[in-house]
Nanobody, 117 residues
Framework: QVQLVESGGGLVHAGGSLRLSCTASSDTFSHSVASWYRQAPGKERELVATITNTGETPLYGNFVKGRFTISRDNDKRTVYLQMTSLNSEDTAIYYC??????????WGQGTQVTVSS
């Protein structure tokens, strides 16, 4: 069982930035795809960004529009989400997910991001 712990959420003014982190408990992280999802109140969970185990070809949700950057440090078993130009529509709980080579998904507990206008 892989444990994922997110951090870095909080309250930020519109136009501000936040950096989320997600650290895995297992070395299988380096062989796993890592992703960030978010879920706003009353809405379905949606993909924010995903990155391969080697850090190549990150993909982003259409709403990102160049504002967010996903990256990873396999030595630290950590995936990051740098978010800039935040607006009120980015308010949500942000979840980290990893998918291992056996296609097993693991989720973190989520971290709240609140953007005040």
């Amino acid at each position: 069982q892989v444990q994922l712990v997110e951090s870095g959420g909080g309250l930020v003014h519109a136009g501000g930035s936040l950096r989320l982190s997600c650290t895995a408990s297992s070395d299988t992280f380096s062989h796993s795809v890592a992703s960030w999802y978010r879920q706003a109140p009353g809405k379905e969970r949606e993909l924010v960004a995903t990155i391969t185990n080697t850090g190549e070809t990150p993909l982003y949700g259409n709403f990102v529009k160049g504002r967010f950057t996903i990256s990873r440090d396999n030595d630290k078993r950590t995936v990051y989400l740098q978010m800039t130009s935040l607006n009120s529509e980015d308010t949500a709980i942000y979840y980290c997910k990893t998918t291992d080579i056996w296609a097993r998904d693991y989720w973190g507990q989520g971290t709240q991001v609140t953007v005040s206008s």
